[in-house]
């Protein structure tokens, strides 16, 4: 026991045996019972019982399978989380419009979501309609980035996001969701800062772009490669963690009441910041080894429903 927990001797006398029965004052007991108290409270609450929790999930490979079905028992697993009064967000590498549907799926509406890779963060106006506003913008000039990229990928597909939340596009994509977004010429991308950059090259593999990143050098800004050729730009110094500390002080909640859980790359930055302040950063199994290694826990993977494993334990 360290020093700072130890019994005085006062506070012996003043406690039974373990297994006796003595009978003491009124006055006597009730100083009895808030001394128990107190120690309970000194010594720590269980994770179910200590206040709220910020749980954040990331969605593709984390709480949606590839063909975009929920992972399994995710959906009742968020739903009982949410119930037991703690706050289930979303913090995505995905523009807003294609995060509030998946929102619809999981029956829920937080306060806050964290879109674009930490570059945006919208706030709840109304719940019912899953109404939300931009509270928050990060934004880049995108004209040198791109620029180089072209150079190496000519014939790769370019997006950026506005901070009005329009997005703009080179050619399509199957793999984009591009509701009221608009195609333009390369050069009209650059025309204005932006949120964020996507680029897709599907002749290219995942280690490609990993060795085209590291000959070309991206360091004025913030990226990550995802499971194919994709790479996703956002300013620099700005990721999920970034915007996970804005909203963390907004919601008033300690540091250390955080879960967050991911597979990819564009995670590893609210790993760290999570672990950082002393909460827990889960990977799912079929993250890459870098992911892995950053998180504090890898669950099982998202088609064994990993998310519902982990919530389902909370509070046990």
């Known amino acids: 026991m360290s020093e700072d927990r130890a019994t005085t001797a006062d506070e012996t006398e003043a406690l039974p045996d373990p297994g006796s029965v003595e009978v003491v004052e009124p006055d006597d007991a009730a100083e009895l019972v ?7 409270v000194a010594g720590g609450s269980p994770e179910g019982t ?3 929790i910020l749980i954040v999930l990331d969605i593709d490979g984390t709480v949606l399978l590839e063909d975009e079905s929920p992972s399994p028992g995710v959906v009742d697993a968020v739903k009982a989380a949410s119930a037991a009064g703690n706050e289930v967000m979303l913090a995505t590498g995905r523009s807003w419009e294609g995060t509030r549907g998946i929102l619809r799926v999981l029956g829920i509406a ?4 964290v879109c674009s890779n930490g570059a945006v ?9 899953l109404a939300y506003e931009r509270v928050h913008t990060e934004t880049f000039d995108a004209t040198t980035v791109l620029t180089l990229l072209r150079e190496h990928l000519p014939d790769a597909h370019y997006l950026v ?11 399509y994509l199957d793999d984009w969701n591009l509701l009221a977004a608009h195609r333009v ?12 950059v996507v680029v897709v090259s599907p002749e290219h593999e995942e280690g490609d772009f990993l060795s085209l990143v590291e000959r070309i050098g991206l360091n004025q ?3 990550a490669i995802g499971w194919t050729a994709w790479l996703d730009i956002a300013p620099q110094g700005v990721d999920k963690g970034t915007a996970l500390e804005l909203v963390r002080g907004w919601l008033g909640l ?3 009441r955080v879960l967050v859980m991911g597979d990819g790359r564009n995670d590893v930055g609210m790993f760290e910041w999570a672990l950082r302040n002393g909460g827990r950063a889960i990977a799912m199994a079929q993250g890459p080894d870098e992911v892995r290694a950053v998180a504090g826990e890898v669950t099982t993977s998202v088609q064994e429903g990993g998310v519902a494993a982990i919530l389902g334990a909370l509070g046990r």
């Open 34 to 40: 808030e001394e128990i108290a107190d120690e309970t």
């Open 185 to 196: 010429s390369f050069e009209e991308l650059t025309a204005q800062p932006v949120c964020r």
């Open 254 to 256: 300690p540091a250390d």
């Open 221 to 223: 800004v913030s990226y």
């Open 161 to 171: 996001e506005l901070p009005g939340g329009e997005r703009l596009y080179t050619e």
């Open 121 to 129: 963060v919208l706030k709840r106006v109304d719940a019912d309609d």
């Open 50 to 52: 200590a206040g709220p």
């Open 110 to 113: 937080p306060e806050y979501v």
